[in-house]
């Protein structure tokens, strides 16, 4: 529902509120992600700078070592024992010394091939042998492949030793040297660590300075776009209380339109309503005209026999009483049967026409197909004419229950007749039949009159189209029943091959649940 609030009442929505909030937010994530990522970048640097200064230091200690302890010393004493030899120890130590002297080198190892530590800056851990595969860099320098790890403060190192201080404890592989300084083979490995109690100040200020310049940066950005949002803020509250005075208005004048709307709707339904009842007015019209003659005759015989009962009346009252002729007497009940007969004929067809005629407000019930159609259809074959018509009907075997205004479809199937009369000009078939599918009724009227031209099949249902003569049709009957099938819910189809080849009209309505 909130959702819903803020787009129908736009005045709610706090531009400068939400890009405060915003910015404050995105501010502090991409500070706090500078400050994280610059210092480690800046370590990485400061550890790399490290291992290369480590590996100029060894090399060049390497070369130191060679030259100013072991060649002296092989070519005095033959061999190299540093554990035994107390002499040898000193001289070796007093040249590491010398080289580490005023360096930030805290800790030096000298290992053989094996892993024993046959010299350490440290002189208790001389002896130790460090197993292999517990040490993985160590691993590593003895295969040749210098290796370095940082060992944080308050940690122990690969000895097992409290680290201090930061260190950088590198691995470097020791090598004989030729008299040109240049690498004969691997000898053992070197192992130094070095001071790094700067790596943590230098992360430190890193972090620092990342998050001030970033803080700084994104505040004069928030700063500039803040004074552009503003800009916009007001600009937007305008418009939004421009868009609050139209939508107010807008809610007036869709009602007024609405009213409008209905009250047009109303009258369009007043006058479709009329257009129907004009329509089968003029149904009715074209059917008197071939009633007439149907109740002439009746009304004829009715005369006759009223004249016939008046003459024997004379004639009974001329005589004496006592007069007694039975043929006389005998003709009373018969002419008056008669008569009554004949009335009551005249009575059914004039009220026929009259429940045909009535106009009355829609009202939609249910309806069974098959009894409309047939009642129309009685209708309309009280005509002479269409007494002579071959028509043919064909009802369906299964009630056919539609919801729908009866008096209203019977003007449809009216319609839809005395079109076929008027195509067959008397004297050709006309069918109906109706089908009943499985959701829906179809009621198709068929006669083989003159048909329809191709290029008038898609105007028939076309208000005032007609291709009777003039005066013959008012070219609104397929039109209105067209409205009527509509209505329904229905839909009305006219088919035809052409010209001479005769018409079908099919109407489906949709079965009532």
Not at 235 to 256: C, P, W
Not at 258 to 276: D, S
Not at 481 to 492: A, F, K, L, S
Request: net charge positive; hydrophobic share 40%; charged share 25%.
């Amino acid at each position: 529902m909130p959702k819903f609030q803020k787009i129908l009442h736009p005045e709610k929505f706090n531009l400068i509120l939400y890009y405060a909030l915003t910015s404050f937010i995105v501010i502090a994530i991409i500070s706090l992600a500078v400050g994280w990522i610059f210092p480690r970048m800046e370590g990485q640097a400061l550890i790399k700078r490290s291992e290369e200064y480590a590996h100029y230091f060894i090399s060049h200690l390497n070369y130191k070592i060679y030259k100013d302890f072991l060649l002296p010393a092989l070519r005095r004493d033959k061999q190299i024992d540093l554990e035994n030899n107390h002499r040898q120890f000193k001289k070796l130590d007093t040249v590491v010394r010398e080289n580490i002297y005023g360096l930030k080198i805290r800790k030096l190892y000298l290992y053989d091939l094996e892993g024993h530590i046959i010299y350490s800056t440290v002189p208790e851990h001389v002896g130790f042998t460090l197993d292999r595969g517990t040490n993985k860099k160590l691993d590593s320098a003895i295969r040749g492949i210098a290796a370095s790890a940082i060992r944080l403060a308050g940690t122990t190192d690969s000895k097992g030793a409290y680290v201090m201080e930061t260190l950088l404890e590198s691995y470097y592989p020791f090598y004989e040297m030729g008299k040109d300084g240049s690498k004969k083979g691997q000898v053992g490995v070197l192992e130094i660590y070095q001071d790094m109690s700067r790596f943590e100040k230098q992360m430190t200020k890193a972090r620092e300075k990342a998050i001030i310049m970033t803080g700084t940066s994104m505040g004069i950005l928030f700063l500039v776009l803040f004074l552009v949002v503003l800009k916009a803020a007001r600009i937007i509250n305008i418009r939004t209380r421009q868009l609050i005075d139209a939508r107010n208005t807008l809610e007036q004048k869709v009602e007024e339109r609405t009213l409008e709307i209905r009250g047009a709707y109303e009258k369009l339904q007043h006058t479709q309503r009329k257009l129907i009842h004009s329509e089968k007015l003029a149904s009715i019209g074209t059917l008197v005209t071939g009633l007439a003659h149907e109740i002439n005759n009746p009304l004829a015989s009715v005369a006759s026999c009223a004249e016939g009962l008046t003459e024997r009346l004379k004639t009974i009252v001329g005589h004496k009483e006592g007069y007694n002729n039975k043929e006389e007497w005998e003709a009373f009940p018969e002419y008056l049967k008669i008569i009554c007969d004949e009335t009551y004929r005249c009575k059914a067809i004039i009220s026929d026409l009259l429940n045909f005629s009535r106009q009355s407000e829609p009202e939609f019930v249910r309806i069974d197909i098959n009894r409309v159609v047939s009642d129309t259809l009685s209708v309309v074959q009280r005509q002479s004419q269409v007494k002579m018509q071959n028509i043919q009907l064909d009802l369906s075997k299964d009630p056919c229950v539609v919801i729908g205004d009866p008096q209203q479809l019977k003007q449809v199937f009216m319609n839809l007749i005395i079109n076929a009369f008027h195509a067959t000009e008397g004297y050709g078939d006309i069918s109906i039949a109706i089908y009943r599918r499985q959701t829906v009724v179809q009621i198709v009227v068929k006669d083989s009159g003159i048909g329809i031209k191709p290029e008038d099949l898609d105007k028939i249902f076309d208000p005032f189209f007609t291709t009777k003569p003039t005066g013959k049709g008012t070219g609104l009957g397929l039109a209105i029943c067209y409205g009527i099938v509509d209505v329904h819910n229905g839909r009305i189809e006219a088919f035809s091959e052409g010209s001479g080849k005769g018409a079908t009209f099919t109407v489906t309505l949709p079965l009532a649940t």
